[in-house]
């Protein structure tokens, strides 16, 4: 099993293009190193499901572009709900190196991203890009609330999108040591928001 990513659009707004932003997230996982067994969830909703995220989680009542997910790698447990059992006779649980890690959730919201477009990265299409490659930052440990962190994660936003957002179909600049950077830092607790671009940074992440 390698790298898996699960492309969901919940919104009929906009359109959302699943192949096109799954095959981006494949490609800036791995120029992140990110290899074996993982799982990366991408969802496009609509404002009020944004709203109601940045509102249980960060506290603020509006919508906002994007927020991230870190997932924590302790392996779920099994069975059914609500007991967890009944797995059966014969059954021997995984050991947990065996499991896929769960690197967590990139949730965006197209029409925020819309709005946002003119005035931040462009085009729609930019503009998602943006997003996504920001959203799957931060569940490898990126930030933005010092600027020194902010200037390095807009400096790794801007090297992952002209390889593999803005470089023409099917050609993608090469990659030196310096681009590919260092191991992922592990994933932080909570969601994490957006570039400092956009909207204030909620806790957990948002842009």
Sequence with gaps: MAVEVFVADEQSQYPVE??????????????????????????FVDEQAMTDLNRRFNSKHAPTDVLAFPIDEEPSQGGRSPDSG???????????????????????????????APEHAGTYDDEIALLLVHGI????????????????????????????????????????AADEGDAPADPSDGPATASPA???DPEPGSR
Excluded at 19 to 27: F, G, I, M, P, V
Excluded at 138 to 148: A, K
Excluded at 149 to 159: I, K
Aim: charged share 20%; glycine share 8%.
């Design 18 to 43: 699943h192949l096109r932003w799954l095959h981006l997230a494949e490609q800036v996982l791995a120029a992140e190193g990110v290899r074996g067994d993982a799982e990366l969830s991408v969802l």
């Design 86 to 116: 009944g797995t059966g006779p014969g059954y021997t649980p995984p050991e947990p190196s065996e499991l896929p890690t769960l690197l967590g959730d990139v949730v965006i919201c197209p029409s925020v991203a819309s709005r946002n």
């Design 137 to 176: 930052l931060h569940l490898m440990g990126m930030d933005h609330h010092e600027d020194t962190e902010a200037t390095a994660m807009e400096a790794r936003e801007q090297v992952l999108l002209a390889k593999f957002h803005r470089a023409p179909a099917g050609e993608t600049t090469p990659t030196s």
């Design 198 to 200: 956009a909207a204030p």
